[in-house]
Antibody, heavy 123, light 108 residues
Framework: EVQLVESGGGLVQPGGSLRLSCAASGFTVSSNYMSWVRQAPGKGLEWVSVIYNGGNTYYADSVKGRFTISRDNSKNTLYLQMNSLRAEDTAVYYC?????????????????WGQGTLVTVSS | SYELTQPPSVSVSPGQTARITCSGDALPKKYAYWYQQKSGQAPVLVIYDDSKRPSGIPERFSGSNSGTMATLTISGAQVEDEADYYCYSTDSSGNLWVFGGGTKLTVL
């Protein structure tokens, strides 16, 4: 059974840093694409970052240069290092296994999600 | 930038058919996906590749994609289907990964 469990959220001051973790079970993180998706309070979903099985990483413009996605293969765990945090980064952060569908020239999508961890950026 | 547009809300009575639309310029070239999010819970994939249902998703959920509009249809909606529904896809280049704004489905 695929399971994803996030941790590491909390209250942080503007300009501060936080590292989120996502422990996976039922599959191998390094063999899959993995993403972070966030949801501000009362708002919709926003894709944040992806790491491909080969190690390439990509980011939404809103977090580029501030956030870093990574993984620890020995721990089967995904991470999101968040630096220079802003009030607008306040959200529930979900990790999601990311699939790829070959039709229509290829589309990435999210097939399994964790329960999320809340990050609050406030003074 | 790329946007997917959904109606903010849809309301039906139990047993009726609910239809939620999602419009986007790249939908003729890219698959649409649908996620259900109940209050306080994580999103769940209910439709992938325009019209396929993951294991465990009831048959009353179906999807279609024609032209620039994708549609999630819930045939015989039940009270437990009350949730926010998000469509998802990418732009034609595959570089922008975008969710629609979400549609609140009320069944009462």
């Amino acid at each position: 059974e695929v399971q994803l469990v996030e941790s590491g959220g909390g209250l942080v001051q503007p300009g501060g840093s936080l590292r989120l973790s996502c422990a996976a079970s039922g599959f191998t993180v390094s063999s899959n694409y993995m993403s972070w998706v966030r949801q501000a309070p009362g708002k919709g979903l926003e894709w944040v970052s992806v790491i491909y099985n080969g190690g390439n990483t990509y980011y939404a413009d809103s977090v580029k240069g501030r956030f870093t996605i990574s993984r620890d293969n020995s721990k089967n765990t995904l991470y999101l290092q968040m630096n220079s945090l802003r009030a607008e980064d306040t959200a529930v952060y979900y990790c999601a296994r990311t699939g790829y569908s070959y039709g229509y020239g290829g589309t990435y999508y999210f097939d399994y999600w964790g329960q999320g961890t809340l990050v609050t950026v406030s003074s | 930038s790329y946007e997917l547009t959904q109606p903010p809300s849809v309301s039906v009575s139990p047993g009726q058919t609910a239809r939620i639309t999602c419009s986007g310029d790249a939908l003729p070239k890219k698959y649409a996906y649908w996620y259900q999010q109940k209050s306080g819970q994580a999103p769940v994939l209910v439709i992938y590749d325009d019209s396929k249902r993951p294991s465990g998703i009831p048959e009353r959920f179906s999807g279609s994609n024609s032209g620039t509009m994708a549609t999630l249809t819930i045939s015989g909606a039940q009270v437990e289907d009350e949730a926010d529904y998000y469509c998802y896809s990418t732009d034609s280049s595959g570089n922008l990964w975008v969710f629609g704004g979400g549609t609140k489905l009320t069944v009462l």
